[in-house]
């Protein structure tokens, strides 16, 4: 991909991150304004209301650059917990899915528009055949690893499509729930369960992020010696 291909790629990246956070403080403005209208609104475009946000999250996923933490708070705010967590990861398979194809159709240059060749290179071990699949779905299952990265990476394995289809399903649960609790709780004014599920969501991303960077880095060790 030429220079001038991913400069322009990089632009309608930024561009779709200030609409997706546009997105978000517009919508934080009306629940903190009117939450009553809100809620009213989200009752009443019930089908508009849930595709906007499926979409929101398959942007968010191909944009690597977008927080997806806020808009997992947003499911469980509007939707509901089960509604939000449902939502998300429907939203997540299919931008998922689209970056696993869109990089086995062109390859690493689709991958470095957003990720350094040193932290793409950090991950050269999950081409190992024997244990590629079990360490995807460990490092999925970690909160605070980088999901957007593994999507885009595995995309240059030999994974099977099921595989990773699965592992990029199932494998988001264990961060998005603590989320879409949080967001639910704010929205039924629980704030207590709302401290707590932050708590323990902030607590594991934080030990899942130190467990995935001693894993990549050992593992890039071995491959290096």
Not at 49 to 76: K, S
Request: hydrophobic share 55%.
């Amino acid at each position: 991909m030429s220079p001038v291909a991913k400069k322009i790629i990089r632009i309608l990246s930024a561009l779709m991150f200030i609409a997706v956070i546009g997105i978000l403080l517009f919508t934080t403005y009306n629940v903190v304004t009117d939450k009553e209208a809100f809620k009213s609104w989200v009752d009443t475009h019930a089908v508009q209301g849930r595709v906007l946000y499926v979409l929101m999250v398959t942007v968010q996923i191909m944009v690597a650059v977008i927080p997806g933490g806020p808009i997992e708070v947003a499911g469980g705010y509007a939707f509901g917990a089960v509604g939000g967590i449902v939502l998300f990861i429907i939203g997540a398979t299919i931008g998922s899915v689209l970056v696993f194809l869109l990089v086995r159709r062109f390859g690493r240059h689709i991958v470095e528009i957003y990720f350094s060749e040193h932290r793409v290179k950090k991950l050269d071990f999950l081409n190992e055949e024997n244990k590629r699949d079990p360490l995807f779905f460990l490092l999925f299952l970690l909160p605070g690893a980088p999901k957007d990265l593994l999507c885009y990476v595995a995309g240059l394995t030999r994974m099977r499509f099921p595989v990773f289809l699965f592992i990029c399903s199932f494998g988001r649960l264990p961060a998005v729930v603590g989320s879409a609790v949080s967001g639910y709780a704010l929205g039924r004014e629980n704030f207590a369960m709302a401290i707590i599920a932050f708590s323990i969501t902030a607590a594991l991303s934080i030990a899942g992020f130190f467990i995935y960077y001693f894993l990549t880095n050992r593992k890039h060790k071995d491959v290096q010696d």
